[in-house]
């Protein structure tokens, strides 16, 4: 019934589809994924913003994706697809050019149809400012990922916490290349057990 309702909106001329994708590989499975999500308005002016699909892909080829893209905004009768937001990345221009090539009707000869990610060049950005290697930060960086790297040294870590009489409730975080604050969220979760960094030292040798 849920997917009824949405495929009346989806599929209604006079609703503007602002399409969002993203593709990659689980670090875990090595699979290729990719997710869509259609953001749009109703009639009540109510934005909604849905996940159409979520699948599991071949490869990261311009040609597939481009091809996976148009089955599903086939599969849900999307008569008006304005935009499409994808990062940087360069098999993702290729990708839009085949697609505004196959879409039945496209907003200004598709000027406005290709929208790079906002986040994904904060992210390009951010990582040019920290290419001058600060000592302490990578320091740090290399701390966090030799503890997560093993169950045994997370164990111990947590152990360390609890010795230290740290109060936070905060584990490390791990850094995630693309999200361009995954940096910050490392240094603020270090910070915030900072003192188990001692304690943890002199359980492992090693460290």
Known sequence: MERQKLYKHLSNPKTAIHLTTDTWTSSCEKINYMVVTAHFITEDFVMHKRVVNFREVDTHKAENMARELLIWINEWGMKNVMTMTVDNAKTNDAAINIIVKELPGIYENDKHFHIRCMAHIINLVVKMGLKHEIY??????DAVKYIRA???????????IKDAAVESQRFLCGET??????TFELLRSAYD???AFLEYSHQDPMF
């Open 193 to 195: 057990v900072k003192d």
């Open 177 to 182: 290349p693309t999200r361009w604050n995954s």
């Open 150 to 160: 093993s169950p045994q040294r997370i164990k111990t870590f947590k152990q360390a």
């Open 136 to 141: 302490h930060v990578k320091n740090l960086q």
